[in-house]
Nanobody
């Protein structure tokens, strides 16, 4: 099994920055590890459905971003460290949510049900 653990959440003022990390371990039953997988970041605000934020292919060559974060957030990864990152700049109160990282082996996607493994999430709160 692949385990994902997010970190880096916390309280930040509007306009500030935060960097989230996603540490991966383990492998699938087929022997795949984090470095073989696309990574996605999702978020869920209170009373709202989970929404896509950003995704990055296992090669690191293709990205997808939600329109709401484009130009402010940057997704990246370091396969040597089995880690993924989400750099969040110019944060807004509407970015307040629990942020989740997830991985999948198929084509890069914005669709949450296509992701196979999920972390427990890290809370990001942006104060106005």
């Amino acid at each position: 099994q692949v385990q994902l653990v997010e970190s880096g959440g916390g309280l930040v003022q509007a306009g500030g920055s935060r960097r989230l990390s996603c540490a991966a371990s383990g492998r699938t039953s087929g022997g795949y590890t984090f470095s073989d997988m696309n990574i996605g970041w999702f978020r869920q605000a209170p009373g709202k459905e989970r929404e896509f934020v950003a995704a990055l292919t296992w090669t690191g060559t293709q990205t997808l971003y939600a329109d709401s974060v484009k130009g402010r957030f940057t997704i990246s990864r370091d396969n040597a460290k089995n880690s993924g990152y989400l750099q969040m700049n110019t944060l807004k109160p509407e970015d307040t949510a629990v942020y989740y990282c997830a991985t999948d082996l198929a084509t890069i996607t914005t669709i949450s049900r296509n992701y196979d493994y999920w972390g427990q999430g890290t809370q990001v709160t942006v104060s106005s």
